[in-house]
């Protein structure tokens, strides 16, 4: 691991504390909970920068269960194992291992087991992310895919509700793809969804956007904490790389080249809202560009504007 990985030690001792970070700091970076409200704080607040929490079962008792429940399901912690520490007792270890620990620290603490310990679920953590980032990036394209995109969608939708932020997103299509991939063949078709991938991810700049593969010849791009007018600086930016690329394209009615048409939405959610509304809105949107002839870009759609259209 080139970086140091970020370990939380909750423990209302501050004698556990003092040892485990004395034990831990040379190989990895630490932070100390001292109090249940604290650890509810940081999993509200969703720190996503964290890699292991080590938890005093009795600063959560009795709903440790509850606790490891929701730290597990929510999108900006859930990547975060957890290690829990408590009495010499195996009915202890047992509830801690079925509430989703990957590992029990019995009291006292043996510091050099603890340190085997905490470097063996980091290891064991960060195969698991290698195999899982596998699974959620598309093979041809190289970016982001469907599943992925979700996730990365929902838990920006959450920070967007907590903060009273905003999030934008582009539907991106390529131009009569079908008719591409008749006239070329199918490998050159690869080559091409390939080749506008990687002037989409070329053209989005920000680290926090992304760049996803929504299927097919189609594309979606988030882009969290944007403003309204930015979103269409964005689209304009890919569809200007792509024409600049000019891949040829005899079959399409549109150019000689291969183009895009984009569906543009944005909005800052509303508490109870899903992110389903910003998906069918940049959807319809996609629709309205196709509609009027291709190769351009709707009008960015403000949820805002749409409200009182939709079933409540």
């Not at 019995?106 to 195969?127: G, M, S, T, Y």
Request: with cysteine.
């Amino acid at each position: 691991m080139a970086d140091k990985s970020q370990v939380i030690v909750a423990d209302a001792t501050l004698a556990v504390q003092a040892q485990l970070v004395d034990v831990l700091s040379g190989a990895v970076n630490v932070t100390s909970v001292i109090n249940a409200e604290q650890l509810w704080h940081r999993l509200e607040q969703g720190h996503g920068d964290t890699d292991l929490l080590i938890l005093d079962a009795a600063l959560v008792a009795p709903g440790l269960d509850v606790f490891c429940r929701k730290w597990l399901a929510a999108p900006e912690t859930r990547a975060a194992d957890i290690i829990v520490m408590g009495p010499d007792n195996s009915d202890y270890e047992v509830m801690a291992l079925t509430a989703g620990a990957v590992d029990y620290l019995r009291k006292p603490l043996n510091l050099p087991v603890c340190l085997a310990r905490v470097k063996n679920a980091l290891r064991q953590r960060e195969r698991r992310q290698q195999l899982e980032s596998m699974s959620l990036t598309d093979s041809l394209t190289g970016l982001a895919n469907r599943r992925y995109l979700d996730d990365f969608l929902q838990s920006e939708w959450r920070q967007a509700q907590r903060t009273q932020g905003a999030l934008g997103l582009l539907m991106v299509d390529i131009d009569h793809f079908k008719a591409y991939n008749d006239h070329y063949g199918h490998p050159q078709g690869d080559r091409c969804l390939a080749q506008v991938a990687h002037c989409l991810k070329s053209a989005v700049q920000r680290p926090r956007d992304l760049v996803a593969r929504y299927g097919g010849e189609e594309f979606a791009v988030i882009l969290p904490a944007v403003h309204k007018e930015g979103v269409a600086v964005v689209a304009e930016r890919i569809r200007e790389a792509v024409h600049n690329m000019a891949i040829p394209h005899a079959a399409s009615l549109v150019e000689e080249y291969v183009t895009l048409s984009f569906g543009l939405a944005w909005c800052e959610p509303l508490q109870g809202e899903e992110p389903g509304l910003l998906v069918e809105a940049a959807d319809e949107a996609l629709y309205s560009a196709k509609a009027a002839g291709r190769d351009c870009m709707s009008e960015t759609v403000d949820l805002a504007s749409i409200r009182h259209l939709l079933p409540h």
